[in-house]
Each structure stands twice: as C-alpha cells, then as structure tokens.
C-alpha cells in the first residue's frame, strides 16, 4: 500500500524543508501524494515535487501526484508537468 501524503493549500518556499524531509522519510516506498488542496504552489516545493517524481522513477517506486486545477496550472507554467501527475482536477 503506497504511503499517502496530502498537501497544504499553500505550499510556497517557506514549506519546503518540511516537504522534503516527509516526502525522504518515504524513500523507497510506493508514494500517493493528495495534491487536491493546493491553491498556490513556489517554485522550489515544485522542483521538490519534479525531482521526488525523478527519484522514485530512478528508484523502480510508484508515484502518484493528484493536483487540483491551480497545482496543474503552477507546473505546466513552471514546465514540470510529468507522466505520474494525475490528471484528477478539481
């Protein structure tokens, strides 16, 4: 069963430190993240999100990110948009 992870309503720079450390302590494991909340996405928690998508793909894990329309929104814009986001939008 994947560990389950859902995200804030913001998660700007300030977040990512705590990001990083929830989603490492999930290294290795199959990882859902509950995007559906995010209203406002920085741009580092993106890269967090892009790079944890790269990891677990480098790793053999599943990843799954469900984003709300305003998430999709953020990393289309930033260009980090990736084949395990969910196409699941609120």
């Known amino acids: 069963m994947p560990a389950d992870l859902t995200l804030p309503e913001r998660l700007?720079?300030?977040?990512?430190?705590?990001?990083?450390e929830t989603i490492l302590a999930h290294r290795f494991q199959a990882l859902q993240i509950n995007g559906k909340e995010v209203?406002?996405?920085?741009?580092?928690?993106?890269?967090i999100l892009y790079a944890t998508a790269e990891q677990w793909r480098a790793d053999g894990q599943?990843?799954?990110?469900?984003?709300?329309?305003?998430?999709?929104?953020?990393?289309?814009?930033?260009?980090?948009?990736?084949p395990e986001l969910?196409?699941?939008?609120?």
């Open 12 to 20: 700007d720079n300030s977040d990512v430190r705590n990001l990083y």
């Open 39 to 47: 209203r406002s996405l920085g741009v580092l928690a993106a890269q």
């Open 62 to 82: 599943t990843f799954r990110l469900a984003s709300s329309g305003a998430l999709h929104r953020d990393l289309a814009n930033l260009g980090l948009l990736f």
């Open 86 to 90: 969910s196409q699941e939008c609120i």
